[in-house]
């Protein structure tokens, strides 16, 4: 073992305890806990954010001073909340949502601002992308959003403004639907994850603009070394290190930013402020999982009990139990708990590099709380998550330099170069504005859908993990037609200068992806990078295919980790301009993002 866990998790419990030291910020008054309700919704747990339901909403972007660690820090706020209020609409209903700018003149947030309805079907001049669907909202001035609500389930919103997601500016958006769920339950909660830093978001952004590693100090020393020497021989240590140092990365950046910058919150709360649901043994409890954050992967547990999860990105799935989950940036999840027998259980959230964590508890009453794990042990990265057969174990897919990096390149042990012929395997091509370009540091050689993948740290720890293959629409594909054709886009990336695009061409050098009005069309997705990307595309469903092209989950993120391959259908029913892009928030910024022009034939 690399890393002495034992020794990080003190490391990270000390900077914790000294984080939560005043770490419950809350921007209003916490809300007192009212009595026992009967009525699933009506019960506001502490520190829940505020809930507006109706057709008609006044939304008010400021700056709100918060303090989770000590300092005081501008966050950009709807009114006034971290989270932002909980929006609730009626699918059928026509709602209004009239958006104010009320940030101060100089604040690290402005000037301008939006919102965007992330995962909400609605036409163009309302989806909230600055330069896209409308003009952004300048200072002092009101957007007015119209639309009717065409769907239902869970999702959120967030600013589509510079730096603003990242600064606070989001909230959880419920759905309620025309007809019953296929589920039931007592008791419903908003459970909404996010990563709050000190710094200035430009800062951090320009951070990794320099330093791309900054949070990755866990790299490997001599004694890891000796270990592996001992482990695995000395040849294949060599050789293993020489892959890694060719790839530009150790094996331990798992994420570009993580809690030694974030500290994470729930529902606008510490670990600290211990935000409580409660329930009565034996009831059913619905928990509307949402990860709003702009940069972290996090895997949720409850230690003692199953979820079983009911719907994917707001849309419902065939039941199934599960005791983890890993939430993409922007994913959500309902699932269903059945508490009882304790009266107390801890939420843990874990980021996907294991550098920190976020709890909650569900309990019977107010100040109850159950043990929390530990973390678990750091993954290593190995080549062949990255798609690299490299003789130390059989995987499904291998991986290269892109073609510049190519020359002098021992092929003993990397295998596989774009257009080489590699006789009877079928070699993953690549596009031609990956070739000789500064901004691709790799590229996959077969990659694979790998549907049925906990993912990299989740991979047999003795839980059953949901995977996409696990969850399965509980509808037929509602377009029905066959793709007309296919896109296929890879996505790219170069480590060090923290450089992200689509096939090798940054947001602002890219022509737009155009789509004929009413076409039903398969977008494939090649990662072509070390990191996971949760691709979210605007105005239209991403239906995701399984492993033979069938239509399989409906989503509007999808995830994408190193060495996969994945398709999905989409139905080009909405006119005009749309956003397209990962996730993560500072890949989108840095150029992992395209528009998407849906046009009438002439
Ligand atoms: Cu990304």
């Known amino acids: 073992m690399s890393i002495d866990y034992s020794a990080l998790r003190g490391e990270i419990a000390s900077l914790s305890r000294r984080r939560f030291v005043q770490g419950l910020a809350v921007a209003g008054a916490i809300a007192p806990l009212g009595a026992w309700s009967k ?33 005081r820090r501008p966050a950009v706020t709807v009114n006034g909340s971290l989270p932002g209020p909980v929006l609730r609409w009626k699918e059928g209903s026509t709602v209004s949502l009239l958006v104010r700018n009320d940030l101060p003149r100089g604040s690290i947030h402005g000037p301008d601002t939006s919102i965007h309805w992330h995962g909400i079907l609605l036409p163009a001049n309302m989806d909230g992308v600055p330069g896209m669907s409308f003009d952004g909202i300048r200072p002092g001035e009101s957007y007015l959003y119209r639309f009717k609500v065409n769907q239902s389930g869970t999702y959120w919103y967030h600013s589509h403004s510079g730096f603003q997601e990242q600064g606070g500016q989001y909230g959880a958006l419920i759905i309620d ?16 994850f996010s990563d709050w830093t000190d710094m200035d978001p430009a800062k951090l952004f320009a951070r990794l603009k320099k330093m791309s590693s900054h949070d990755n100090h866990h790299q490997r020393t001599v004694a890891d070394f000796l270990r592996d020497v001992e482990k695995n021989g000395a040849n294949a240590t060599l050789e293993d290190r020489k892959a890694w140092g060719r790839m530009r990365m150790t094996p331990t950046d798992l994420s570009d930013v993580n809690a030694e910058t974030y500290t994470y919150l729930v529902n606008g709360t510490t670990s600290l402020g211990n935000w409580t649901a ?9 928990l509307r999982l949402i990860n709003g954050s702009a940069m972290t992967y996090f895997d949720v547990r409850i230690p003692g009990l199953k979820m ?48 920190g964590w976020v709890s909650a508890t569900l309990a019977v009453r107010e100040g109850l709380r159950a043990p929390v794990p530990p973390l678990d042990p750091r993954p290593l990265l190995t080549m062949a998550d990255m798609g690299h057969d490299h003789g130390m174990g059989g995987q499904d897919a291998m991986a290269g330099h892109a073609g510049h990096d190519m020359s002098g390149h021992d092929m003993s042990s990397m295998s596989g170069m774009a257009g080489m012929d590699h006789g009877a395997m079928s070699m993953q091509s690549h596009p031609k504005t990956e070739h000789n370009n500064p901004l691709v540091d790799m590229q996959t050689m077969m990659p694979m859908p790998r549907l049925d ?91 995701l295919e399984d492993a033979h092209g069938n239509f399989h989950l409906r989503k ?6 190193p060495g996969t391959k994945r398709s999905y259908r989409v139905r080009a029913d909405a006119l005009g301009r749309w956003a397209y892009h990962c996730h993560l928030f500072f890949h989108m910024e840095s150029g992992m993002f395209r528009e998407v022009k849906v046009e009438a034939q002439s």
């Open 39 to 71: 009525t699933p919704w009506a019960l506001r747990a502490n520190g829940q954010p505020e809930i507006l339901s109706g057709t008609d909403f006044s939304l008010s972007v400021s700056e709100t001073w918060l303090n989770y660690t000590g300092r």
């Open 453 to 543: 993948d906990p993912g990299i740290g989740l991979r047999g720890n003795g839980r059953k993990v949901a995977t996409y293959a696990d969850l399965k629409s509980r509808f037929d594909d509602p377009d029905g037609r066959d793709p007309g054709r296919t896109i296929e886009l890879h996505l790219t990336g170069h480590m060090e200068k923290f450089a992200w695009s689509f096939d090798g061409v940054k947001f602002a050098q890219s022509e737009p992806l155009k789509l004929n009005y009413g076409e039903r069309v398969r977008i494939v997705l090649v990662n072509d990078t070390m990191m996971s990307h949760p691709i979210h595309l605007h105005g239209m469903w991403s239906d």
């Open 556 to 561: 509007h993120t999808v995830d994408m980790p």
């Open 278 to 286: 409660l329930f009565k043994p034996g009831e059913k409890v619905r």
């Open 177 to 192: 639907p025309l007809e019953p769920e296929p589920f039931d339950y007592d008791r419903d909660y908003v459970v909404f």
């Open 308 to 355: 079983t999860v009911v719907a994917a990105d707001g849309q419902y799935v065939h039941p199934v139990t599960v005791e983890e989950i890993r939430l993409a940036a922007a994913e959500t999840f309902d699932v269903i708990v059945e508490p009882a027998g304790q009266d107390a259980y801890t939420l843990f959230a874990q980021d996907s590099a294991r550098t």
